[in-house]
């Protein structure tokens, strides 16, 4: 399974946009980068994904560098329930999903 | 829609003792998949059912197992429990395994603790 490397934390301040990244140098050209949230005392909830073209959804953007080796997420304007850990995942679709220890963000009021 | 149902919501068994968890999936959904969530290991999958049939599996001793029922309800079952088992057991469903583009929808997960 491909790995990603996400920083362990970071902080946000409320209403402000919140850059998430994820570094995925070993991507196979068949990876899609999904993201994923986990809400405290919850499972994961499905956020977005992408395979090369830039993506957005009601709740964020993915920002996906042109070497495919790393890709941002993109909260624009961050509120208190957008404190969660987000897990940048590599998947094909014949793979599990296979998470790694995420990023915990923390939005201050 | 009703999301994908997990029950109990918390166990406390003892050491030896064996559990079963019960997962129903969204309406529709053909596949679930099995996650054991640790403060130390963090998400590990366990394995995925489509059609009754396992068709994934992690890499977790032969004491956890699982299965799925014609109307794509799940179990998963964890014999002769060990302290390293406390964990949030978490399922996932989707409409068909290995699922690229709809994404998985998860439960809230059954809290098992060991003692």
């Known amino acids: 399974d491909a790995k990603t490397t996400q920083p362990n934390s970071m902080e946000s301040n409320e209403e402000e946009p919140v850059h998430l990244p994820c570094n995925h140098s070993t991507i196979s050209g068949t990876d899609y980068i999904h993201w994923y949230r986990q809400l405290p005392s919850q499972g994961p909830e499905y956020v977005i994904h992408g395979l090369t073209s830039n993506v957005n959804n009601r709740m964020a953007s993915l920002a996906i560098a042109e070497d495919r080796k790393s890709s941002t997420l993109i909260l624009h304007r961050a509120t208190l329930r957008d404190a969660a850990v987000y897990y940048c995942?590599?998947?094909?679709?014949?793979?599990?999903?296979?998470f790694g220890q995420g990023t915990r963000l923390t939005i201050n009021p | 829609k009703a999301g994908v149902t997990q029950t109990p919501r918390y166990l406390i068994k003892t050491r030896g003792q064996q559990v079963t968890l019960s997962c129903s999936p969204i309406?529709?959904?053909?596949?679930v998949s099995w996650y054991q969530q640790t403060p130390g290991q963090g998400l590990q999958f366990l394995f995925e059912?489509?059609?009754?049939?396992?068709?994934n599996k992690g890499n977790f001793p032969g004491r956890f197992s699982g299965r799925q029922f014609s109307n794509s309800r799940s179990e998963m079952n964890v014999s002769t429990l060990e302290l390293g088992d406390s964990a949030l057991y978490l399922c996932?469903?989707?409409?068909?395994?290995?699922?690229?583009?709809?994404?998985?929808?998860f439960g809230s997960g059954t809290r098992l603790t060991v003692v």
């Open positions: 059912y489509f059609s009754e049939t396992q068709r």
């Open positions: 995942i590599l998947k094909w679709r014949a793979q599990k999903l296979v």
């Open positions: 309406s529709g959904h053909r596949s």
């Open positions: 996932a469903s989707s409409l068909l395994p290995r699922q690229r583009l709809y994404g998985y929808t």
